[in-house]
């Protein structure tokens, strides 16, 4: 591999981490990069696939962080609801 593969490999690498920082999904993360970058959707893929076959246990700690995000995030907007459908109901009455 080329030196130049190699240096757009690792900015590639760089911006995945990014990404993680942003709590972005591999999907975002794709979308974001090809958007953002001009970096094809199947690289960004590829390399993230490999980060996560060297950094398992990361990446599952991360993939279980996201999902507790987006079920607090879920419980808050339910309760906001309750909250909000109640104050609706206290004016009507």
Same mark, same amino acid.
């Given at each position: 591999?080329? !030196?130049?593969?190699?240096?757009? %490999?690792?900015?590639?690498? $760089?911006?995945?981490?990014?990404?993680?920082? &942003?709590?972005?999904?591999? *999907?975002?993360?794709? *979308?974001? +990069? &090809?958007?953002?970058? !001009?970096?094809?959707?199947? %690289?960004?893929?590829?390399?993230?696939?490999? +980060?996560?076959?060297?950094?398992?246990? &990361? &990446?599952?700690?991360?993939? @279980? =962080?996201?999902?507790? $995000?987006? @079920? !607090?995030?879920?419980?808050?907007? =339910? %309760?906001?609801?309750?909250?909000?459908?109640?104050? %609706? =109901? !206290?004016?009507? *009455?």
């Amino acid at each position: 591999m080329g !030196d130049s593969s190699a240096s757009y %490999i690792h900015m590639v690498h $760089r911006l995945i981490e990014e990404c993680l920082v &942003f709590n972005m999904s591999k *999907e975002e993360c794709m *979308e974001a +990069l &090809f958007k953002h970058a !001009d970096i094809k959707p199947t %690289i960004t893929s590829t390399v993230w696939n490999e +980060l996560e076959k060297e950094n398992k246990e &990361f &990446f599952e700690a991360y993939a @279980s =962080r996201r999902e507790q $995000r987006a @079920s !607090d995030m879920e419980m808050k907007r =339910r %309760i906001q609801n309750m909250l909000s459908n109640s104050s %609706i =109901r !206290d004016t009507k *009455e």
